[in-house]
RNA sequence: GGCGACAUAGCCAAGUGGUAAGGCAGAGGACUGCAAAUCCUUUACCCCCGGUUCGAAUCCGGGUGUCGCCUCCA
């Protein structure tokens, strides 16, 4: 098992080796739940579900865990604009977006922790880095003081004296460096408190990761993932926060998704020109999403786009009728025993596909090439549907299967499109046979038209009629 | 200002030293009653200028351009 994958921290491409293999502790930073989330935010979230899916197809076993950031500033300003508690919001969000994800075939994580779940975990945690001096009171909150913390600025490269430079300073701020940031943020009226050592108060954000990756996974992590904006602050300091506290590595790799631009800009609320995977899932197919996703690789920035979502969709068509035609084949293929020797798709054919596909994936998860082994092994066996008839079942089975084991992995093909065969499409696709046996085209097409009206698409094929969903 | 990424055909996109994968769109052809699907053929001065090398899209230096982070944005 030879997966290469790009660590942030050391800004290179490393063999991956986890710290117990075949056990892979896995942690994504997961969404704040005040809003749908966006065609950006599922960016990520479908790259770390593959992630964790072909690290699991290498035969790893992956415990994942992927929180829900149900307590911070964001949450308190939404509930108050919504009139609703802080809980109630995230009950709703979070939902939704179980609702969007399941919609986007990501699988769900093993754990799915809460930051509010976790307080007597984090106040263990911040408490820890006062006893070590690494973290002090300021009024009633909590800082950490990352003046001693000496790697502070590693995971992002960044110099201390520089981020110094630029940072800004708030007044009436109670740090002592500006770098410094909280941990535990004192009770402001109105606001959800919890109960702590050093009075009521709620956790900062970046603790709660800490915290619960910890608890969940211990000490050390193999694989902390999250979008490229996370790298700093939020991962500096979780790396900050943990390191200080237990004295061991937190993560052995970082693993940082690119951005997705909408039409070259960021999304943002101030622009308007923020998509929802709700929004969006209303008129596209979730396969076409995954897609579009999974056709670059996660590092690059992508820009989207409804044209570029077509382009996809227009691609992955293709990879869709090769299955559906697959599955028309094996209605009509035969038992016939051994396998013609001289067939275009040989198990050695297969074998290769898998090799080069595997070579992919395991090259920090190109999909973009791995998506292209499938392009080329589809011409293959589209020349076979062509050429070799009657088809063999042992071949047409070999190849589905083949198609079926990469799905797994990268679900952007559906293998249930094939839809029951109603009654009365049989009886139009009946009498436009009859039409066209008497050489009768103009009741043939009529009949096709107005099946295609109703969405049903016919293929005349050389054994017989096909009908599909447009 | 600091840190970092990226620049490959009309479009999307792989490719880290040996004269450029794949997809979309376009053109031509085959198949078809016509379509659809499919197959075949066809489309690249790899941003610019230097350097290293027998040889560079790929390494090094410089430039230009786009973008991200440095503001609790995925």
New binding site residues.
Partial sequence: MTIKLYNTAT?S?KIFRPLHPPEVKFYV?G??VYDYIHI??A??FIVCDLIRRYLEYRGYRVKMVQNYTDI???MIRRAGEENISVSELAEHYIAAYRQDAEALKIRPPDYSPRATGYIPQIISLIGKLLAKGLAYPGGGDIYFDTSRFPPYGKL????RE??M????VEPGEKKKNPLDF?LW?EEKPGEPAWESPWGRGRP??HIECSAMSMHLLGDTLDIHA?????????HENEVAQSEGATGKPFSRYWIH?G??NLD?Q???KSLGNVLTVRHLLKRHNPYDLRFFML???YR????FSEM?LE?AR??RL?LQ?LVD?LGHALQTASTAMGKDKKSPVSSGLLDGARERFVA?MD?DF?T??A??VL??L??EV??Y??QEYPYQREIVEDVLRFYREVNDVLDIIDFNSSLEMDQEIRRAIAAREEA?KKGD?AV??RIREELLDRGI?????PHGVRWKRK
């Fill in positions: 800004r491409k930073c969404p704040t950006g935010n960016r990520v911070d500033d964001k992002s490269s960044q110099d520089e981020l430079a630029g940072a800004r909280a943020k900062g954000w999250g979008g490229t904006d996370l790298i700093f602050p939020h998704i951005y997705l070259h960021k999304m943002s056709s670059a690789h690059s920035p992508v820009n570029l382009q227009r691609g293709r009728e035609n992919a090259d190109n973009a090439g998506v292209a392009f080329e589809a011409r589209n020349l549907l062509k066209r085209w043939a097409d698409l016919l293929e005349d094929t």
